[in-house]
């Protein structure tokens, strides 16, 4: 017997169709069902590698974490990765399947979309309830007959739709009603109710508005969402970064600077050279004093969330800057991955970032590369296929000894090691494209003891003096040694280390069942039992 299905669309992209598709999945998990999500095309650079090395969407992972299983390929069989603004690297069941531009793409839609089903009818096969979601605007009339991951989907499993409006866009009224007149009447059957999400203020003042839509559209809502400001679920995309949302992103006044304790410039100083200097004099000496930490906002930016952890830490002010501000020297400075290295690192030569670096350097401040960030600190990348450019060699930020060579394969993998010099553990996974080779001998950030599931061993990554790399993504997870690798930050900053760092954001209950709880509150869970004809009543 297959799976029983329910799907949830957005009348557009960011309206948070991944976090009620969450919500649902962490409910029915506690409810007993054996549950799994699916998407069938996803587009975001922010990916996840499986433990067989195939590469889906981050956001299907984190579904796969609230369903309490194990993520693979058929959760997300299609991935789309932007590495220009025309085209993008299509990755089917976890593998590369080319680089394309969006017209050839659509020409390969029945094979895609076959793909899709034959991955959609593996999990019904393998679960109780199968929790879809869509992707953008099931609406879109120019290309609605190229879809393979909104209504074409919901139609081939016949699978009961939410329709999920953002209110705090503006306009939800059009947003629902405008999405449903432009179904066809197949698809107006198969919405059966709809949510409001990220509301803000007093809801009674839009019981009003509510019936007004109910009444519209002939569908009972299933209720409204208000704004959660702290989830602590990791977003699909970079989009939160570009509106400034789910990262402490601040302006800090220039006359604050010093007696906060990071290494800047504020405009009652005279010394225009004062950053590029030690900072000792100047810096407070109190174990209570925030570590400033920059993550530049490579245009191509890719897993930004392997940040997301040290953002918690209550001693870490993070910030993604897209532009170097000589005012402010951080703590510590990180280039992290991206979809198009050679791209991005032409970036920070031409916005003055390459400098930047260098003054950072040179005030004091450590720097670390993460996998296409890391590639960028060597003394050249070479790309003798042409993955990513048509120039053989470029040039890097030479503060590491080695050059990196792209190859056609894509290296997919987790890995477990050990953090060289304080013996901690540290797992992730690599996500690059070609080889890193040293031009001497180097001293490792890590020891890696495990690859694929098989032991391995070897170095991996560099450290050296106050420069780290590594090809590692999620390495920040492991909370002895985030707190071990920020210490080292503080001492350097000639902050005191805490040893013992109680954050109770951090001790909570899991961030999957806080939402499910404010979804269980808020949402009228009637509706959802009758759409999925449930036996069961849910948990208090």
Avoid at 46 to 59: C, D, M, P, Q, W
Avoid at 439 to 451: D, G, T, V, Y
Wanted: net charge negative; proline share 4%.
């Amino acid at each position: 017997m297959l799976a029983k299905t329910i799907m949830v669309q957005g009348t557009g992209s960011d309206v948070g169709k991944s976090v009620v598709a969450t919500a649902i999945c962490r409910l029915l998990k506690r409810r007993g069902f054996r549950v799994a999500p699916f998407k069938a095309q996803n587009m975001s650079n922010n990916s996840y590698v499986t433990a067989g090395g195939g590469e889906i969407g981050r956001a299907q992972a984190v579904q796969a974490e609230a369903c309490g299983i194990e993520p693979t390929v058929f959760m997300n069989p299609i991935l789309l990765k932007p590495n220009t603004d025309k085209t993008s690297q299509v990755i089917v069941m976890g593998k590369v399947f080319d680089t394309l531009e969006a017209k050839d793409y659509y020409q390969r839609r029945q094979i895609l979309m076959e793909r899709a089903h034959e991955a959609l009818n593996q999990l019904r096969q393998d679960y109780d309830i199968v929790v879809i979601e869509g992707a953008g605007s099931p609406a879109e009339v120019n290309i609605k007959d190229k879809d393979i991951v909104n209504m074409s989907v919901a139609k081939a499993v016949k699978s009961p739709v939410i329709l999920v409006g953002d209110i705090d866009k503006g306009g939800v009224f059009a947003q629902i009603v405008g999405t449903f007149d432009l179904f066809d009447e197949e698809e107006k059957n198969l919405v059966k109710t709809f949510i409001i999400n990220k509301f803000r203020g007093d809801k009674d003042l839009f019981i009003s508005g509510l019936e007004w839509i109910e009444n519209k559209i002939q569908r009972k809502s299933l209720g409204v969402l208000p704004m959660f400001p702290n989830l602590d679920i990791e977003q699909e995309d970079a989009v939160v970064l570009e509106k400034k949302k789910g990262f402490q992103h601040r302006s800090y006044p220039k006359t604050s600077i010093a007696s906060s304790g990071w290494r800047g410039q504020s405009s009652e100083r005279e010394d225009p050279h004062r950053a590029e200097g030690p900072a000792n004099d100047w810096m407070r000496q109190d174990p209570r004093t925030n570590l400033l930490v920059h993550v530049i906002r490579l245009p191509r930016i890719s897993n930004f969330t392997d940040f997301d952890h040290l953002n918690k830490e209550q001693d870490i002010m993070l910030d993604f800057i897209e532009r170097p501000d000589r005012n402010i020297i951080p703590d510590l400075l990180i280039i992290p991955g991206t979809k198009n290295t050679i791209s991005d690192l032409d970036f920070l030569k031409r916005t003055g970032f390459g400098e930047h670096i260098q003054r950072c350097l040179r005030a004091g401040s450590s720097v670390l590369g993460i996998c296409g960030g890391y590639q960028m600190l060597g003394q050249a990348i070479e790309d003798p296929y042409a993955v990513e450019s048509n120039t053989k060699v470029t040039e890097g930020l030479q503060l590491i000894p080695m050059t990196t060579a792209f190859s056609k394969e894509k290296i997919t993998v987790q890995v477990k090691g050990v953090h060289v010099e304080s013996q901690l553990p540290v797992e992730g996974y690599e996500i690059h494209m070609g080889q890193t080779h040293y031009l001497n001998k180097a001293e490792p950030f890590f020891q890696i003891i495990e690859r694929e599931g098989k032991p391995a061993e070897g170095g991996e990554g560099y450290h050296r003096d106050c420069i780290w790399g590594t090809y590692i993504h999620g390495l920040f997870e492991k909370d002895d040694f985030r707190r071990y690798f920020i210490n080292k930050i503080r001492v350097s900053a000639s902050l005191f280390p805490i040893e013992s760092f109680e954050n109770t954001e951090l001790n909570e209950a899991s961030p999957y069942d806080r939402l499910a709880n404010e979804f269980e509150k808020h949402m009228d869970m009637k509706v959802l039992e009758e759409i999925l004809d449930l036996e069961k009543t849910y948990a208090n």
